[in-house]
């Protein structure tokens, strides 16, 4: 089970962590993956991290946003700075493994102007 968390209501250019947490037996992890749905949008990936570390942005939000993991708690998180009102979506956790892929329910952010 995948649970996000973090997000809200937030001004524009400020900033938010989101994290998403794992529970029970995980194993066989392939990837984490963040993605976003902005209203009447496609669901589009954003980030990914993989088990030796490395990480992969959108083109368009290197810089701004950063993936991250803390494997004894299970949990990865995705950093978001200098946000703005393009932002506005429900971020969802990925988890690919080598027995299926399972997402979280998401988090609402929405950014004002």
């Known amino acids: 089970q995948l649970v996000e968390s973090g997000g809200g209501l937030v001004q524009a250019g400020g900033s938010l962590k989101l994290t998403c947490a794992a529970s029970?037996?995980?194993?066989?992890?392939?990837?984490m993956r963040w993605y976003r749905q902005a209203p009447g949008k496609e669901r589009e990936w954003v980030a990914t991290?993989?088990?030796?570390?490395?990480?992969n942005y959108a083109d368009s939000e290197k810089g701004r946003f950063s993936i991250s993991r803390d494997r004894a708690k299970k949990t990865v998180y995705l950093q978001i700075n200098t946000l703005g009102p393009e932002d506005t979506a429900v971020y969802y956790c990925?988890?690919?493994?080598?027995?299926?892929?399972?997402w979280g329910q998401g988090t609402q952010v929405t950014v004002s102007s």
């Open positions: 991290i993989i088990p030796n570390g490395i990480v």
């Open positions: 990925n988890m690919n493994t080598v027995y299926g892929s399972y």
């Open positions: 029970g037996s995980i194993v066989g992890i392939k990837a």
